[in-house]
């Protein structure tokens, strides 16, 4: 079966740092883009990053650019989003999907499929 599995999410003190990690298995997914999604509680899933197929684009919400890196490891089939800085406008839980359509902004979560289970960030003040 062809799915995503997130993981490494856990409990973070403000400043502090959190490497998440997605998993493909079943089939490969080295040539697509891949993006990064998180959702709080009573809130619409929001783009947090993505990554080209070669990994030499990469594209940031401004809500984390220079704080966030999404990395991907084709070779392992997995992609991951080292974040540093962490705030307090952090929590929620995060997401890996496969990106599926082109038509639209990178942004969308509509453009994306395969979506994983999730893993829950918490922040720490």
């Known amino acids: 079966q062809e799915q995503l599995a997130e993981s490494g999410g856990g409990l973070v003190q403000a400043g502090g740092s959190l490497r998440l990690s997605c998993a493909a298995s079943?089939?490969?997914?080295?040539?697509?883009?891949m993006g990064w999604f998180r959702q709080a509680p009573g809130k619409e899933r929001d783009f947090v990053a993505g990554i080209s197929a070669s990994g030499r684009n990469s594209y940031y919400a401004a809500s984390v650019e220079g704080r966030f890196t999404i990395s991907r490891d084709n070779g392992k089939n997995i992609v991951y989003l080292q974040m540093n800085s962490v705030n307090p406008e952090d929590p929620a839980v995060y997401y890996c999907?496969?990106?599926?359509?082109?038509?639209?902004?990178?942004?969308?979560?509509?453009?994306?499929?395969?979506w994983g289970q999730g893993t829950q960030v918490t922040v720490s003040s």
């Open positions: 999907a496969v990106r599926l359509s082109v038509w639209n902004a990178v942004s969308r979560p509509d453009e994306y499929g395969y």
């Open positions: 079943g089939r490969t997914f080295s040539s697509y883009f």
